[in-house]
């Protein structure tokens, strides 16, 4: 993690904590014409949900903070989002919510030669996140991983349906 998302990290988490939410992630965009950044910050409640109006709040006290401590040089456009039904897997807790739904992950450092895996998500023991690739279970370090997210099946979209 770079030292200005961590900078962000230190700034946001507690305040999105104070009013209930968990942070999934925290990123910033270069815009492809060259204009202002822009800041994404993924939320939800301890329970998943995340509605527009949360997404309204969160936004709003994050903005006066972010007005005050000026951690951003330059331009930047603030946006506030649930992490949606493919949602990115960045905490250790979501590895194991997640457990047997089809996932993605790529890694920062290739391991035996791969970086990237598609496949039934395990769990995760420890700092070891399993993944199962056509019938192999693979063993990959979560500090190696480099991005991760569900993919969009049926399944997952009948289980997001149901809540």
Known sequence: MSSQL????????PVAEALGYEIIRIAL????RGGAVTLQIMAERPDGTMLVEDCA??????????????????????????????RPL???????NYAGNVA???LSVPDNGRRRYRGKLLGI???VVKIEVDGEVFDVDFDNINRSKLVLTDELLAAATKQ
Not at 6 to 13: E, G, N, S, W
Not at 90 to 96: N, P, Q, S, V
Request: glycine content about 6%; proline content about 2%; overall charge negative.
């Open 90 to 96: 960045t905490r250790r807790k979501d590895f194991a």
């Open 125 to 127: 023991e420890g700092d």
């Open 6 to 13: 961590k900078t962000l990290h230190d700034i946001i988490d």
């Open 104 to 106: 993605k992950i790529e």
């Open 57 to 86: 709040a969160l936004s709003r006290e994050v903005s006066v903070i972010l007005d005050v401590d000026d951690p951003i040089s330059g331009e930047y456009v603030l946006e506030v989002s649930t992490a949606g039904i493919d």
């Open 29 to 32: 965009q270069n815009s492809a």
